[in-house]
Each structure stands twice: as C-alpha cells, then as structure tokens.
C-alpha cells in the first residue's frame, strides 16, 4: 500500500486577494544565501525564517510553534447511510410491490439509494485527518501550513522549534 503525501500551505482567503494584488517575491531570491534546515516541496525552513511557497515568516517573530490535528466531520456521512438504510430501502421496498404505475419512481429511488448509500460508505472509508503547523505572532496564531502527513508536521514543527531564537 503506497502513502500519498499531499502538502496544502494555509492562507486565508482575504490574504490570498492581497497576494493576488502585489507581485509575490519567490522564496529563492528572498534567501538565496541561507542554508536550509528543513525542506519538504514548498516548505523550507532556514536559521532566520520559515518559507510556505511564496510566504515567509521571521522566526525571531514566532513565539509559540504547535501542531494541530483536525478530523473531518464524519456526521453527513453517517446520517447518509443511516437514512438510506432506514428510509430509502422500506420505502423501495413498498414501491416495487404497489401499482405497476409507479415502476419509474421506482427505478430512479433505487439508483438514487444505491449512490446515496455507496458514495456515503467509500466517503466514510476515505476520510483523512489533516495536520496543521500552527505559529503564534504577534498578531496572533496563525495556521501556516496543513498536510495530511502527521510526522511531516512533527519534523516541521520540531524544526521550527530548534530554529528560533531564544530570549
């Protein structure tokens, strides 16, 4: 079984039309001369900053480094499939044996269960937490970067934590 790792950096979307408005400097050119102490795609940590894709954040800045972990909401899914088994199928099962009149309702609530049903049960398979790299500012915290991968955001997070000035 091969492990898919999917790297998703983390802005919010008012930040992302600023962004869009100014030209973004390419992380290669803001840190051409400083050795890197973590990379991982777009993700790359030095002695004086952290770079997520065109973003960069002073660690001298970074008060606290935290991982956070996020399960996706599983209740829809479950509700799917619960309606499906409590509903959809006494209720085909009453419309395949009334009135030969209503065979199309039929046919279109038993594809329609039936997607209903498996699509619900391979979502529910499906499902991944998500980890996030959390840094406090001054500003704030601020989730900088989220991936799939929960020892990728360890090694970041740990990485970041060593990197950053002391006081």
Not at 21 to 46: I, Y
Not at 73 to 84: E, H, Q, R, S
Not at 150 to 158: C, F, S, T, Y
Request: aromatic share 6%; glycine share 10%; no cysteine.
């Amino acid at each position: 079984m091969a492990v898919v790792t999917v790297l998703h950096p983390v802005v919010p979307v008012r930040e992302r039309e600023v962004e869009q408005r100014r030209p973004a400097s390419p992380p290669e050119a803001v840190d051409a001369g400083e050795p890197s102490l973590f990379q991982a795609g777009q993700v790359r940590v030095t002695r004086e900053r952290l770079l997520v894709g065109g973003r960069a954040w002073a660690l001298r800045d970074v008060r606290q480094v935290d991982t956070v972990r996020r399960t996706p909401k599983l209740w829809p899914y479950l509700l799917a499939v619960g309606l499906g088994g409590a509903v959809g199928l006494p209720l085909l099962s009453w419309l395949s044996v009334t009135v030969t009149a209503m065979q199309g309702a039929y046919e279109v609530g038993l594809a329609l269960t039936a997607l209903g049903l498996f699509s619900s049960i391979a979502a529910l398979l499906l499902v991944e937490e998500k980890h996030y790299l959390v840094l406090g500012l001054p500003g704030g915290t601020r989730r900088v970067f989220g991936s799939r991968d929960a020892q990728l955001i360890a090694r970041l997070a740990g990485t970041v934590r060593q990197a950053r000035p002391h006081a």
